[in-house]
């Protein structure tokens, strides 16, 4: 379910950046509140919010992933992790990350807060402190390769590990259109890629929750 496309980011890899510009939009209070009898009618197993902006910028989702889990029914998070203080209400997060210090935080999302990488460390370590009490409660990190980060992609599998999550995702941007990158699709895919493949083996081999998805940089 995508809640919303609200995004406090302006990243330059942004595949909806277009549609937020002519077509704002959330999901409204009563198609929310809809979600949870529809999956339970349809049998549904999981729920995962995501989207083209940051989901808890609907500010009807949280109320949703509870009454989900009164239910019996998984609920998942794709996130940025800025507004995500609270880390019960869902039993799966991820956090779209991609960078390992403050500096390169900022080129690649420009995010309208200042406080944004710090405050993002401080929800992925209450994240981290709740898994501790709570095993049955999946996290991870996820870094998409542009031609910008793509040199951090080792150092952010190595930073992740004080978080101790159960994955580190590593998959590219997709570029290829013509209001984005096209040229920085291709070098992503004939240039990057084939360097990235020895810092994989290096950082699989090292971490057993790294994992780089090639499969992604061939289209």
Known sequence: VYPSNACG?????CIMAKEKEWHKASLSKNAMERIPEDAKRHR????????????????????TARALQRIGIGVGLNNQGYFLDDPTPF??????????SKEMYGIIHQPSQKDAWERVNRNIETSARYKRHNPKFEFGLAFLVTPVNWMEAYEFCRWGQRFQPDFIHVRPAFLDTDYLDPEGGRRLKNEVAPKLREVAGKAEKEFPNVYFRFDKFEG
């Open 9 to 13: 980011y302006h990243c330059s890899h």
């Open 44 to 63: 549904i197993k999981t729920v995962i919010f995501s989207g083209g902006g940051d989901p808890l910028l609907n500010f009807h989702t949280v109320d």
């Open 91 to 100: 039993d799966f997060i991820r956090f779209s990350v991609d960078a390992v």
